[in-house]
């Protein structure tokens, strides 16, 4: 038995633009809704996480997150709080915060936590991601309890990447168990 969840988009740092999967899905999917940042560009934490604690607030039923980099990260966030509405999640590209060379403005975003999520969980990572290592992806993946998938020679899986409308994207956020089966239906 599957129910209708709510897809919440969590975009990264300066938003996703049109051309992103993560807008492209927004204009295609029945039951999506995008958090907004009051900042994309000079994100603080705890408003980021805030502003995802108040969207979720105003959702009834059950939800599955779809972020993306910095998204990825405030989504962890705020699984630290219990997130009972979220039933999954999609972490696309988490954004290694901790990184030396990680810009000064997503720095307030760390330490990464470690902590199992509370709900079921995949990572989605590039071998060749220029804001996190593979290595790192797959150490925060296992720290999480997620399930860990890598594509090859997609970068920061983003616009830039050319993945399009990213159908295998969905596929995987439909594989988070019977109760999204819904959001694959329409597609």
Same mark, same amino acid.
């Given at each position: 038995?599957?129910?209708? +969840? ?36 000079? *994100? ?5 996480? +805030? ?31 219990? +997130? ?12 290694? @915060? ?12 760390? *330490? ?8 079921? +969980? ?16 797959? @150490? ?48």
């Amino acid at each position: 038995m599957s129910v209708d +969840a709510t897809v919440l988009i969590l975009p990264g740092l300066f938003d996703s633009g049109p051309a992103h999967w993560q807008s492209r899905w927004q204009q295609r999917l029945p039951r999506v809704e995008r958090v907004c940042q009051k900042n994309w560009s000079e *994100p603080v934490l705890a408003n980021w996480v +805030a502003a995802l604690a108040a969207h979720l607030a105003q959702i009834e039923g059950p939800v599955v997150l779809a972020a993306h980099s910095l998204g990825c990260i405030t989504a962890v966030y705020y699984a630290q709080r219990g +997130a009972q509405q979220v039933i999954g999640a999609l972490l696309v590209a988490p954004a290694d @915060v901790e990184r030396h060379s990680a810009p000064d403005v997503i720095k307030n975003f760390a *330490p990464i936590p470690r902590a199992r999520l509370p709900f079921p +969980a995949i990572v989605v990572a590039s071998d060749d991601d220029p804001y996190c290592e593979w290595q790192q992806s797959a @150490v925060l993946a296992d720290a999480w309890g997620a399930e860990l998938v890598q594509l090859h020679g997609a970068g920061h899986i983003n616009s830039e990447s050319g993945l399009g409308d990213w159908e295998a994207g969905l596929e995987l956020l439909t594989a988070l168990g019977p109760r999204v089966e819904a959001i694959a239906t329409v597609w």
